[in-house]
Nanobody, 116 residues
Framework: QVQLVESGGGLVQPGGSLRLSCAASGFTFSSYTTSWYRQAPGKARELVAYIASAGGRINYADSVKGRFTISRDNAKNTVYLQMNSLKPEDTAVYVC?????????WGQGTQVTVSS
C-alpha cells in the first residue's frame, strides 16, 4: 500500500523554524521526484520546492528561496523541508508529493501556522 505521511507541522512564531518530514512506503521512493506543496485557505495550491530522485536537481518557489531547504534520504525513504525565518504568509497545509513518468502520489498534509 502506497503511503506518504507528513509530520512536523505546528504553531510557530514569526521568525521561527520548523522541519517537516514525509515518510514514504509502498513504492520505490528513490526513483521518484519528491515535492512539497502548500495550500492556504482560499488560495490555489502552490509548489514550494522539489528535489529530483537522486537529489541532483532542486528548485524553490521565489517566495521561499533563501529560507527553506528541501532534502531527502533515500535510505530512509524520507523527504524533508527545513523552514527558517517563517512568516505569517507561510501559513498553510503542507503536502508531500512523489511523482514519476507514470505515477503520482500525495500525502494528507500537515498544518503549519505562523502567528504571534
Amino acid at each position: 500500500q502506497v503511503q506518504l505521511v507528513e509530520s512536523g507541522g505546528g504553531l510557530v512564531q514569526p521568525g521561527g523554524s520548523l522541519r517537516l518530514s514525509c515518510a514514504a512506503s509502498g513504492f520505490t521512493f528513490s526513483s521518484y521526484t519528491t515535492s512539497w506543496y502548500r495550500q492556504a485557505p482560499g488560495k490555489a495550491r502552490e509548489l514550494v520546492a522539489y528535489i529530483a530522485s537522486a537529489g541532483g536537481r532542486i528548485n524553490y518557489a521565489d517566495s521561499v528561496k533563501g529560507r527553506f531547504t528541501i532534502s531527502r534520504d533515500n535510505a530512509k525513504n524520507t523527504v524533508y523541508l527545513q523552514m527558517n525565518s517563517l512568516k505569517p504568509e507561510d501559513t498553510a497545509v503542507y503536502v508531500c508529493n512523489a511523482g514519476s513518468l507514470r505515477y503520482m502520489y500525495w500525502g494528507q498534509g500537515t498544518q503549519v501556522t505562523v502567528s504571534s
